[in-house]
């Protein structure tokens, strides 16, 4: 059965940062369903291997799509994204970026890669095909303080580029502005962990997400809810090792003060159950570092989400 939509919003209407002063392109009520249309991360600039990293303009990278206005959203809460459909085009691209990554220092001449993505399926080449994973990089709102571009990564989501954002997946957002504002963009077709080359095969595409409303819940940072986890974020400026303790902390906070746990115990139970993972790494480069921490769902960490304070 096809998913019922109540809004749609086209890839014409985005924003290219974060801040406290948004303004909404569609206001809805908590549990609307919208279809997005999203641009892929270069805005259509790339048509072709001939068109080089160095040659882009770097101001129309990472539009997001919206914001969206939740009625009811205040500070405090948390707004909920659940990823319904992630859809990304036919063609898409990856590039080597001269000076980004951890490779950088053996090749230092700027590529494009074009990719045809078919039937699940993303193929680089005759030779080398392999099943698409699509997820979407930027998810965020509004701030609450200073502009963020959609490049980096905060409390606020933006450009958290973890491969778990794909169809399934349910993101706590914090709210600190009315009506939270959301805006999503930044489609991949495929993405490794630690996108250390810079990209993933980026593409446009289409995601149809339902909005929801959690009152006087919030993480510090985003929390994202799979199946049989949950996903506690932590970024930083490009430290990975401070991207890491911001999200074992929130990881922490979510157990002590969500489900009751003990300082102590929380710290032993991430060391013995709990599993470490990197969303973003690719340095040197002006991104954001971006680790996760994996909560099993056990009895002690059930639904709903925990408030933390």
Known sequence: MATRVDHEITRDQHVWAFGPDMEPVLTVDPGAVIRMELNDCFTGQVTSEAD???????????????????RGAEAGDSLVLELLEVVPAARGSAMIIPGFGQLAHLVDRPVTKIFRVEDGVVHMNDRIRFPMRPMVGVIGVATGGEECINFLAGQHGGNLDNHLHGPGSTVYLPV?????MFAVGDMHAAMGDGEIAGTGVEVAGTVVVRLGLLKHAQGRWPVTELRDAWVAHGTSGGDLTEALAN?????????????????????????????????????????????RVMIPKITACPKPFPPTR
């Open 176 to 180: 600190r502005q009315p009506g939270g």
């Open 52 to 70: 080089l990293f160095t040659s882009l303009d770097l101001e129309r990278v990472n539009a997001a799509t919206g914001p969206v206005y939740v």
């Open 247 to 291: 999200a074992s902390e929130e990881a922490a906070r979510l157990l002590v003060d969500g489900w009751g746990f003990s300082l102590e115990e929380a710290f032993i139970f991430l060391s013995v159950a709990c599993d470490v993972g990197i969303a973003q790494a690719c340095q040197p480069s002006p991104a954001s570092s971006i680790a």
